[in-house]
């Protein structure tokens, strides 16, 4: 019996013995890893894209001015489309422009149109001047002409339409004595503003010009053509064409279209040159103009042939501004 009680106590001690043995490896098993997947990164902010659309004469300042921007604020696009100012004014009309550039004011209609839809009058700025250049081809002898003789030769009923009738004569490679008169189509704010201040309120085109749809082709032409005259603005002065000294009457000296000449309105055919915004412009459009506007703007309105708001260090011009 003791025998038995002491083989039986002998088994149970080793069960326990086994059961401590198990319970120990059990505890010095490590823990089971934290998970290592992190929270999701944030979405990176946005792209804003502004269309800005309008004026032929402007397009090329606008691109440069967008191309610049885009290394200063690199999450807005500037998508920059030209047409003439009367696209960018209808776009801006129907909601798809958030910046419409133009080379003239809005008209009275263009206005009426916005407020009828419920809009308030949109924002208008002021962001650089053009002098309206015209152009002959750089072998014409013909070095200044007058805003009167420049009607004659434009304007329905003009008298003008022979080189010879200017004192012209005998300009190399050309064919005959005809003036080729080069303008542009009516949706261009250049041809409105040519309209008004040339040929004068009230007034229209004589038939027979070749009306081009930009600015480029206007200087273009003009290069290929000895008898050809025509306007663009003075950005668009190439080595292949002569730009014209404008005299505001006959017998008054005629002025050289530059900056200076502008700024001082000496030169009698200057015009500013607008950006027109909602009136519920985006913040970011307006960031936008308020850096056009800027010293770093101005510079790039130098750089590519146009007129800035001032003068380095000098004062600022009439009419600049919201």
Same mark, same amino acid.
């Not at 009923?157 to 050309?174: E, M, T, Y």
């Not at 000296?253 to 915004?277: E, G």
């Given at each position: 019996?003791?025998?038995?009680? $002491? !083989?039986?106590? @002998?088994?149970?001690?080793?069960? #326990?013995?086994?059961?401590?043995?198990?319970?120990? +490896?059990?505890?010095?098993? =490590?823990?089971?890893?934290?998970?290592?997947?992190?929270? =999701? *990164?944030?979405?990176?902010?946005?792209?804003?894209?502004?269309?800005?659309?309008?004026?032929?004469?402007?397009?090329?300042?606008?691109?440069?001015?967008?191309?610049?921007? !885009?290394?200063?604020?690199?999450?807005?696009?500037?998508?920059?489309?030209?047409?003439?100012?009367?696209?960018?004014? !209808?776009?801006?009309?129907?909601? $798809?422009?958030?910046?419409?550039?133009?080379?003239?004011?809005?008209?009275?209609?263009?206005?009426?149109?916005?407020?009828?839809?419920?809009?308030? +009058?949109? &924002?208008?700025?002021?962001?650089?001047?053009? *002098?309206?250049?015209? #152009?002959? +081809?750089?072998?014409?002898?013909? $070095?200044?002409? %007058?805003?009167?003789?420049?009607?004659?030769?434009?304007?329905?009923?003009?008298?003008?339409?022979?080189?010879?009738?200017?004192?012209?004569?005998?300009?190399?490679? %050309?064919?005959?004595?005809?003036?080729?008169?080069? %303008?542009?189509?009516?949706?261009?704010? @250049?041809?409105?503003?040519?309209?008004?201040?040339?040929?004068?309120?009230? /007034?229209?085109?004589?038939?027979?010009?070749?009306?081009? &749809?930009?600015?480029?082709?206007?200087?273009?032409?003009? *290069?290929?053509?000895?008898? !050809?005259?025509?306007?663009?603005?003075?950005?668009?002065? $190439?080595?292949?064409?002569?730009?014209?000294?404008? *005299?505001?009457?006959?017998?008054?000296?005629?002025?050289? =279209?530059?900056?200076?000449?502008?700024?001082?309105?000496?030169?009698?055919?200057?015009?500013?040159?607008?950006?027109?915004?909602?009136?519920?412009?985006?913040?970011?459009?307006?960031?936008?103009?308020?850096?056009?506007? %800027?010293?770093?703007?101005?510079?790039?309105?130098?750089?590519?042939?146009?007129?800035?708001?001032?003068?380095?260090?000098?004062? @600022?011009?009439? /009419?600049?501004?919201?």
């Amino acid at each position: 019996m003791k025998k038995h009680t $002491t !083989a039986a106590t @002998t088994l149970l001690l080793f069960a #326990f013995s086994l059961l401590g043995m198990a319970g120990c +490896h059990k505890k010095e098993q =490590p823990a089971a890893p934290e998970s290592t997947h992190a929270a =999701p *990164a944030p979405a990176p902010p946005a792209k804003q894209s502004i269309q800005d659309i309008g004026s032929d004469t402007m397009v090329n300042l606008a691109q440069a001015w967008a191309e610049a921007y !885009a290394k200063v604020s690199p999450l807005v696009s500037i998508e920059v489309s030209g047409g003439g100012s009367g696209i960018g004014i !209808a776009a801006l009309i129907n909601g $798809t422009a958030d910046i419409a550039n133009s080379s003239r004011k809005l008209e009275e209609k263009e206005v009426q149109k916005i407020e009828s839809s419920g809009a308030k +009058h949109p &924002n208008e700025y002021v962001v650089a001047f053009d *002098a309206v250049t015209f #152009f002959v +081809h750089k072998d014409n002898p013909m $070095t200044e002409i %007058s805003i009167e003789d420049l009607a004659q030769l434009y304007k329905e009923g003009g008298k003008i339409d022979r080189w010879s009738q200017l004192g012209v004569k005998n300009i190399p490679g %050309s064919k005959g004595d005809n003036v080729v008169r080069v %303008s542009r189509q009516n949706n261009s704010g @250049t041809y409105h503003y040519v309209r008004e201040v040339v040929i004068g309120k009230g /007034g229209d085109f004589k038939s027979g010009s070749l009306d081009m &749809n930009g600015s480029k082709d206007v200087v273009e032409l003009i *290069a290929r053509t000895p008898n !050809a005259i025509g306007y663009s603005g003075l950005g668009y002065a $190439t080595a292949q064409v002569k730009i014209l000294k404008i *005299a505001a009457k006959k017998g008054q000296p005629a002025v050289m =279209p530059n900056i200076q000449t502008t700024l001082d309105k000496s030169y009698p055919i200057s015009r500013p040159l607008f950006m027109y915004t909602p009136s519920t412009e985006s913040e970011a459009a307006k960031k936008y103009i308020a850096w056009v506007m %800027s010293d770093v703007g101005q510079k790039i309105v130098v750089e590519n042939g146009y007129v800035p708001l001032k003068l380095a260090g000098g004062p @600022t011009a009439e /009419g600049t501004g919201k």
